[in-house]
């Protein structure tokens, strides 16, 4: 459907789908070939050579259908994770019509930059009509390639486009048929693998992106771009795991769900007592799923080198044991985005942040939370937590190594959440980046030590109840990794004397000592 003309926006909300083994197959009795609607669609994605349309978030194609060409621009518009702007224009030919994009934001980005082809999409397109009542759905599955150079990956997806009916019908319908097929929630669109292709990137991990909330962002909402960020980052780095045993995946994997875990905590007091104990679950099961993978990266990444000492039977036996428990932590892994629980999490998640119980809470103190500033709540929490981290980390040269592991995970609490509400308190900017510097230079010093005393842990698992060379061989490369390991304290103490002379840079809003929270105690990250 064509959108009424190039200064409008057609709002669209859909649920995609990876389509795994058998996925088709599984669904053909509820979807048959010849009920279908059926299209062979080339589409040439356009850009400038530096990408710029990506850069701001807008997708540019020229899509041909038989005879007709559309062109089409998209912009994920920041009002939800299934939901993005659309504008539509039939075109004469392949060659895109710039004149069509006056009046759309994209004008603005372009300018009179130079536009070209960036990579190519072909799919062959089945679409069926889902109508029960009032209830209209539109479920397509897409299956061809994404071409970019003489890079090529394969395109098998499900869409299910909301036509009429509200968001929980189409949640509703995505369950039923994820009961049915192996069906993997994406957030990642053809454009965004196509300029992954396109930028030699394919596999490279998924970053945190910021979150943009401001000094009138309500809670209800910066708690909402706080959990989608999160999510797609879980979910865009589990399925380049499937792809690649690359441990920087691995590791943003991990962090997406620390950040998911650190908003959680954050946000508590306004959110459904069942929906939240059902996501602190899940995530901490994921997380244990993927621990033992990334111990053994970090252990590898900082032991020494063959050729940077004498290597021995005994140190090369060592090494077999850690590489042969790498990869059974990196299949445990998999296994653990491969399966149907993971799946179910990813709709579970998706369907809670943005549709879920908490946004109908009627009590006073959630209701507020929801409604009222989130400048308010982050300054009051901040506080908290900035207080706390000042009192504790006195004294930290006399911690051992469990006591500095629990002051880690205090300071990376308040490291996420100065990150979380970094445009919430726009008043000090040079304040604010000589503190977030301060909390990122005790974050590397004190995972620093976390990942000496964690080395420990896995050589000892490695070895077993083994003993003789391997043994030795193990206990030397301890002793190299932990020898750093007063250095490393004596820079964290020094770190923390700077962070305690900072000043905070965020301010109360009036209605912060009028919040009632209780005093929300963050779970380890």
Do not use: C
């Not at 009002?79 to 659309?86: M, N, S, V």
């Not at 090529?152 to 009429?164: C, G, R």
């Amino acid at each position: 459907m064509l959108a009424p003309g190039p200064g409008t926006a057609a709002p669209e909300l859909e649920l995609k789908f990876q389509l795994g083994d058998g996925a088709v197959e599984a669904l053909q009795a509820l979807f048959p070939v010849e009920a279908a609607r059926i299209a062979r669609l080339h589409a040439v994605y356009f850009d400038t050579a530096d990408h710029r349309l990506r850069d701001g978030g807008f997708s540019l194609r020229v899509r041909r259908s038989d005879e007709t060409y559309i062109q089409t621009l998209k912009h994920r518009n920041g009002g939800g994770l299934f939901q993005r702007d659309e504008w539509e224009t039939e075109v004469a030919g392949p060659d895109l019509d710039l004149a069509a994009l006056a009046g759309t934001p994209a004008a603005n980005v372009l300018a009179d930059a130079a536009v070209n082809p960036a990579f190519t999409v072909e799919v062959e397109r089945r679409t069926h009509a889902w109508v029960r009542g009032e209830i209209h759905i539109e479920v397509t599955f897409d299956t061809g390639v994404i071409t970019a150079g003489e890079r090529t990956e394969p395109v098998a997806e499900l869409e299910l486009e909301l036509i009429s009916g509200s968001q929980q019908d189409l949640f509703d319908l995505a369950r039923d048929l994820q009961q049915r097929a192996a069906l993997t929630l994406s957030f990642e669109s053809k454009a965004e693998r196509g300029y992954r292709l396109a930028g030699h990137d394919g596999v490279a991990a998924l970053k945190a992106q910021s979150p943009a909330i401001g000094p009138d962002t309500t809670g209800a909402a910066a708690f909402q771009s706080i959990a989608r960020d999160a999510l797609v980052q879980i979910a865009g780095n589990a399925r380049l795991l499937q792809r690649a045993h690359n441990p920087d995946v691995l590791h943003q994997l991990r962090v997406g769900l620390r950040r998911l875990r650190a908003a959680l905590s954050v946000f508590r007091n306004m959110l459904d007592p069942n929906g939240l104990n059902l996501a602190r679950s899940e995530t901490r099961w994921l997380a244990g799923e993927l621990s033992e993978a990334r111990d053994l990266d970090v252990f590898l990444q900082l032991a020494a080198t063959p050729d940077e000492i004498e290597e021995s039977a005994g140190r090369a036996a060592f090494f077999r044991a850690l590489r042969h428990a790498q990869a059974e932590a990196y299949e445990k892994a998999l296994a653990a985005v491969r399966s149907q629980r993971f799946r179910s999490l990813l709709v579970t998640l998706g369907e809670w942040i943005e549709v879920g119980a908490w946004q109908g809470l009627a009590n006073e103190r959630a209701r507020r939370l929801r409604e009222g500033s989130a400048a308010a709540l982050a300054a009051a929490l901040m506080d908290r937590q900035d207080r706390r981290l000042r009192r504790r980390s006195h004294g930290f040269r006399r911690l051992d190594p469990e006591a500095r592991h629990d002051l880690r995970k205090e300071a990376k609490k308040l490291r996420y959440a100065a990150a979380f509400f970094g445009e919430t308190f726009p008043q000090h900017p040079k304040r604010r980046a000589r503190f977030m510097t301060v909390l990122r230079a005790l974050q590397d010093r004190l995972g620093l030590l976390n990942d000496i005393a964690v080395a420990r842990t896995v050589a000892a698992r490695a070895v077993g109840r083994r003993g003789g060379e391997l043994a030795f061989a193990a206990g030397l490369e301890v002793g190299r990794i932990a020898r750093g390991e007063d250095n490393a304290i004596d820079a964290a103490n020094a770190t923390f004397k700077a962070y305690r002379k900072l000043k905070p840079y965020w301010s109360a809003p009036n209605d912060h000592e009028d919040l009632n929270l209780s005093r929300p105690r963050l779970e380890s990250v």
